[in-house]
C-alpha cells in the first residue's frame, strides 16, 4: 500500500489505499485541518506547522504504509502542451527541457517532467509525439522531499493535481456516466481558489484556476455554529445553502454566498463561452463538483441554478473504491496521485 498527501491550503487530505489497472482502492482517508497561512499557493510557508498536521494525521488514523506520494496545486507549476519531432527518450527529454526553459524565461533551477500522450500529423506531414510536460522550481521540490523525510516518510513522487486528474479520468464512469464520448466539466472548489477542467472523450482539453475559493463561506459558517454554542452537535456539512434556505437568511445569501457563487457560476461561463470560440458547437454533457465545498447541502443544486443546467458532486467513479463512511469527493487529488504511469 502507498500513502497519498494532497495539500491544500485549509485541509491536508490524506488517503492510503493500492491500485490495480488504473482503479485506486482506499483502505483509510482522512481530512486534516491546517493552521491558515501555513501552505500558500503550493508554497510551504511554515515547515513546523505542516510537519505537526501530518504527524497528527497518522497518529490518529490507522495508517501503516510510509511510501508518500505528495500532490499540489500553485500558480508556480509551468504547464505546457507540446508537439515535438519524433525522437529517442534523451532527445525527447532534452528537447521537452529547451521548451520548457524558452517559457519560463530562461530559469534553469526547474524539475522538468513529461508524459507522452501520443503522435500526431502535421499538414505537411510530418510526424510529431504529443507531450504533457510539466515543471517546478527546484527549491520547491526538495521543501516537499524534506519535510516527508522529516516526518519519517518515504518520498515517492511530487504529483500536480492537473497530471493527476488526467489519470484519474482518462476512462470510467462518474456517477455511472461514462467519460468517453463526451464532454464534461470537472470543478474543484477550493478554500481559496477554484479550478475547472473540460474532459472531452477522456482527454483534457483545457483548464483554468479561478481566484476565488469557498473560505469565506466556511468561516461565516464556523463562526454561527460557535454562536450556537459547543454541545449543538452541528458539522459543517449540516449547514444549508439550498435556494429555498438561502431565501430565509439574507444575511448570509446578500453578503457571502452570492458573491462566491456569483463568482465561481461567472468564471465557469467565461470558460465554456470561451471553449466554444475554439470548438464548433461545444456543449457540455455533465457538469461535476468535488472538493471539500461539496459536502454543504444544496452547493451543486444552487450552483446549477444559477448557471442553468445540471451540476452534480461526484458521489461514485468506477476507478475509485472506497467504504461507504468514505465521501471520494473529497479525495478525487489524492487518489489521482496514486495512480504511477511508467
Sequence with gaps: MILSIDMGSHNLHLVEGRVRDRTVEIVHATVQPMAQGTLVDGVV??????????????????????????????????????????????????????????????????????????????????????????????????????????????????????????????????????MEGRSVILVDLGATSTSVYIFTNGILAYSRLLPVGCSEVERYLILQRNGEGADHGKSLSDFDLTVDALRA???????????????????????????????????????????????????????????????EAIRTMSRIQAPKDVRIADFINACGAMIRLD
Design 45 to 178: 510557508k511554515d515547515h513546523a506547522g505542516i510537519e505537526m498536521a501530518i504527524r497528527s494525521a497518522l497518529a490518529k488514523n490507522s495508517f501503516r504504509s510510509t511510501g508518500t506520494i505528495v500532490t499540489i496545486n500553485s500558480t508556480q507549476i509551468l504547464i505546457k502542451e507540446l508537439e515535438i519531432p519524433v525522437a529517442g527518450p534523451k532527445e525527447t527529454a532534452d528537447m521537452v527541457r529547451f521548451e520548457i526553459l524558452q517559457s519560463s524565461g530562461g530559469s534553469k533551477d526547474l524539475v522538468v517532467q513529461s508524459v507522452s500522450s501520443g503522435t500526431s500529423t502535421t499538414p505537411k506531414g510530418a510526424k510529431v509525439s504529443k507531450v504533457h510536460a510539466m515543471a517546478l522550481q527546484q527549491e520547491l521540490v526538495s521543501d516537499y522531499y524534506q519535510m516527508l523525510k522529516n516526518v519519517k516518510l518515504s518520498p515517492i513522487a511530487l504529483d500536480v493535481h492537473q497530471n493527476a486528474l488526467v489519470k484519474l479520468f482518462s476512462g470510467g464512469l462518474v456517477n455511472d456516466r461514462p
Design 249 to 311: 437568511n439574507t444575511e448570509l445569501a446578500d453578503d457571502i454566498v452570492r458573491p462566491f457563487f456569483n463568482m465561481v457560476s461567472d468564471g465557469i461561463q467565461r470558460i465554456i463561452q470561451y471553449h466554444k470560440g475554439r470548438i464548433d458547437s461545444f456543449a457540455p454533457d455533465d457538469i461535476f463538483l468535488f472538493g471539500g465545498a461539496t459536502a454543504y447541502k444544496g452547493m451543486p443544486q444552487t450552483l446549477g441554478s444559477i448557471l442553468n443546467m445540471s451540476v
